[in-house]
């Protein structure tokens, strides 16, 4: 599988960016879908993810509210609509596939895209 993210950019805090993730390769509609990120000097964290059917999703405390997460299974493409961003939201975004819907953890992500800069000034 291969994942290539796209949609991130310079924001003003208050504005808004839609993220977007395209597989390749079997189908996305197999896999849990997960957005990640990873702020300079931070480790990388969970953001949101969304089950398969995308009956369900899940969000970090610090973006709920905000951030919205969806996939359109037909178009292999999972997105990631953020909303009210502000600075701290600054990071490298990156997109995962196929894990335990349970778990948040990266270390239990078995496909990563390459990132999408982000950059929220105030």
């Known amino acids: 599988v291969q994942l290539q993210a796209s949609g991130g950019g310079l924001v003003q805090a208050g504005g808004s960016l839609r993220l977007s993730c395209a597989a390749s390769g079997p189908t996305l509609n197999s896999y849990n879908m997960a957005w990640f990120r990873q702020a300079p000097g931070k480790e990388r964290e969970f953001v949101s993810k969304i089950s398969r059917g995308g009956g369900s999703a899940d969000y970090v405390d610090s973006v709920k509210g905000r951030f919205t997460v969806s996939r359109d299974n037909a178009k292999n493409t999972v997105y990631l609509q953020m909303n009210s961003l502000k600075p701290e939201d600054t990071a490298v975004y990156y997109c995962?596939?196929?894990?335990?819907?349970?778990?948040?953890?990266?270390?239990?992500?078995?496909?990563w895209g390459q990132g999408t800069l982000v950059t929220v000034s105030s």
């Open positions: 995962a596939a196929r894990f335990p819907y349970p778990s948040n953890s990266l270390q239990t992500v078995a496909y």
